[in-house]
């Protein structure tokens, strides 16, 4: 469990600062801050996922409580508008949150009534419940709840324009034929909420006031332990809708059953089995897992990235196959599609075939499931034929050495991909370190598996010439670790970035070097993550804030990941250096920001507050894998 008091609670840049987020296991969500204030254009109780949530849409963006006892009336909603205040300020009264087994808790102490309110969502349907408790009262209470409405694409605002279509239907209403929200006492209504302000979305340069529709209200006579219900889902509707106390319970109840499942011996254990299984979710064509929320879908080097964390960490194995059955039937050219968020395919990642290729060898060496190796086997030569001879942008072993390049101006095609104006913020085009050690542990993993399953192959010596390239042209003359890229345009990038440390952490990793560890140590790592490159090196910025363009050009050039924790770790126990407290930071920052998950990024100056998505699917994997591995020394 993770609980604040009235401290935080009380206190709005504190409580509006920590994030709650629960799914629907389709890349839907409902998410909100402790506060109960909208700080993002992303919030809301139900946001609707495309298949692999490409795009989503908000439909239920809140339920406003009003608390009437007797002549007494107090509104528990907050709401921050655009002329600058916050009214209602029903934060105030909060004596407690709480987050348990995943369900969001929140208790209104009013002196002598105390009520309290639950929110889950239905597990592979589009479907939120909201359950509201009187726990205590010296008599009957009247509660009324204003929904407040609206359907838009969750990156964009709606404002006030005409009477949105509410259509009245048994216990409640649909709205714009798009989901249908029921309770108790429905009286319809209708008015624009115009101004809404989203605090974060102006701290991002962005447009931060919205406008939301309020088309009626809920109202219920509570005697103490009475509850009010309030279910929302969206089309197709299936029926009656559920009951929001058994979306309470059934949430709970999947949480423990993944906590069993995952073999989750401490509390911490528990919450990152339940904090994996938010990113993953079913499409038409199988499992697979959004890269993060509120924005994030489907990103094929995020999936890979987080295959073994998510799913084989957690025992998942069943939904690890068929993740790597449905990615092998999708590639083209030798490569995986990178994102479909932008709108359409885009093969356009020099890593995430080489990534895949290392989630099968990790899935065989959990399961010994070779099977799947003769059913992939084509699909894993395929892609080193390709990278070998030459696939899109340039990438190609180059016939002098064996090791692969790969690039083209105006693209970004490893991890760090931001780009301002259609130019690369971190050209990379070259020989890139962690591109050349996945390479070789493609190389290795499918020589390994083709010779179990008895199929002819001479990757082992395509691996064994690059590995010793690598080790002849990748270390730096001072010592300081390895070059981030060689044989670039601009000739050999000595900046120190982490990207080095998968070639000491991959099973089949070029180099075990100790020098690697400290180095990275020295100068990237932070108790939450590691830096994307160090301080004092040509164009850190130690902040990840500000509108698009300012974030995008400190995305990779000095902020933190947390999700290299997990290749600095595999590097420490390979060459054996010291691991004490190594994960303190990012278990304590389970409860700092997206509560019982790990954020994105964080600054790369200290305090290394959060930043980006405050729910990041690789960040949540690779700490939980590097806690086992940790744990297994």
């Not at 002098?400 to 931001?418: I, Y």
Request: glycine share 12%; net charge negative; aromatic share 8%.
């Amino acid at each position: 469990m993770i609980a604040f008091g009235r401290q935080v609670c009380g206190d709005l840049d504190q409580a509006a600062a920590r994030e709650w987020l629960v799914t629907d296991g389709l890349g839907g969500y409902a998410m909100g801050t402790v506060a109960g204030l909208r700080t993002r254009r992303y919030h809301g109780l139900l946001v609707v996922a495309s298949p692999g949530g490409s795009s989503r849409m908000l439909g239920l963006a809140a339920v406003d409580p009003v608390v009437r006892i007797g002549d007494r009336v107090v509104r528990l909603a907050t709401d921050e508008w655009a002329g600058g205040g916050v009214d209602p300020a029903g934060h105030v009264h909060l004596a407690e949150f709480a987050l348990i087994d995943g369900v969001p808790r929140w208790r209104w102490d009013l002196g002598d009534v105390v009520l309290q309110r639950e929110v889950a969502m239905a597990h592979g349907r589009p479907a939120v419940g909201v359950v509201f408790r009187l726990l205590r009262a010296p008599g009957p209470v009247t509660l009324d709840l204003t929904p407040l409405c609206t359907w838009r694409d969750a990156h964009a605002e709606r404002t006030a324009s005409g009477t949105p279509g509410v259509r009245p239907v048994a216990g409640g209403f649909e709205f714009e034929d798009a989901y249908r929200v029921a309770g108790p006492g429905w009286v319809p209504g209708g008015d624009w909420y115009r101004g809404v302000y989203a605090r974060d979305e102006a701290a991002r340069g962005l447009n931060p006031v919205e406008n939301l529709f309020a088309a009626g209200r809920f109202t219920a006579e509570l005697a103490p332990g009475g509850t009010a219900e309030i279910t929302a889902a969206a089309a197709p509707f299936d029926g009656v809708l559920p009951a929001a106390t058994d979306l309470v319970a059934e949430a709970r109840l999947r949480a423990a059953e993944l906590a069993a499942q995952a073999g989750a011996t401490d509390d911490i254990g528990r919450q990152l089995a339940i904090a994996a299984d938010r990113f993953v979710v079913d499409t038409p064509t199988g499992p697979s897992a959004v890269a993060g929320y509120p924005w994030f879908g489907e990103w094929s080097r995020d999936l890979m990235t987080s295959f073994e964390g998510l799913l084989l960490s957690t025992h998942r194995y069943a939904e690890a196959r068929e993740v790597l059955r449905r990615a092998g039937a999708t590639i083209s050219e030798g490569m995986l599609a990178n994102t479909a968020d932008t709108g359409t395919l885009e093969y356009n990642t020099a890593d995430a075939a080489l990534w895949f290729l290392h989630a099968i060898g990790r899935y065989v060496h959990a399961t010994a499931d070779l099977d799947l190796v003769a059913e992939l086997g084509e699909s894993m030569q395929e892609i080193l034929y390709r990278h070998r001879d030459g696939a899109r942008y340039g990438i190609a072993a180059d016939p002098a050495d064996g090791l692969l390049t790969q690039g083209k101006p105006g693209f970004a095609l490893t991890w760090m991909d931001a780009r301002i104006g259609g130019h690369p913020v971190t050209e990379r085009q070259g020989k890139a370190v962690e591109i050349n050690a996945l390479w070789i542990e493609g190389l290795s993993v499918t020589a390994e598996l083709c010779n179990r399953i008895g199929k002819r192959n001479d990757w082992a010596a395509a691996a064994e010439r690059a590995t010793a390239s690598f080790r002849r042209r990748f270390p730096r003359p001072d010592g300081r670790g390895l070059y981030d890229v060689v044989d670039g345009p601009g000739g050999d990038d000595p900046a120190v970035r982490p990207n080095q440390l998968l070639a000491a952490s991959l099973p089949h990793g070029p180099l075990r070097d100790p020098g690697i560890v400290e180095t990275c140590r020295a100068a990237l790592l932070t108790s939450v993550g590691l830096r994307s490159l160090a301080p004092g090196e040509p164009g850190y910025t130690g902040r990840h804030r500000g509108g698009p363009a300012e974030r995008d050009r400190a995305y990779h050039q000095g902020t933190v990941w947390p999700w290299l924790i997990g290749p600095f770790t595999d590097a420490a126990v390979n060459v054996g250096a010291d691991t004490t407290g190594l994960l303190d930071g990012l278990e304590l920052h389970l409860a700092e920001w997206g509560l019982g998950s790990v954020s994105e990024t964080t600054d790369g100056d200290a305090p290394h507050a959060g930043t980006g998505c405050p729910f990041q699917a690789w960040s949540v994997a690779e700490l939980l894998r590097a806690r086992q591995v940790v744990g297994a020394r």
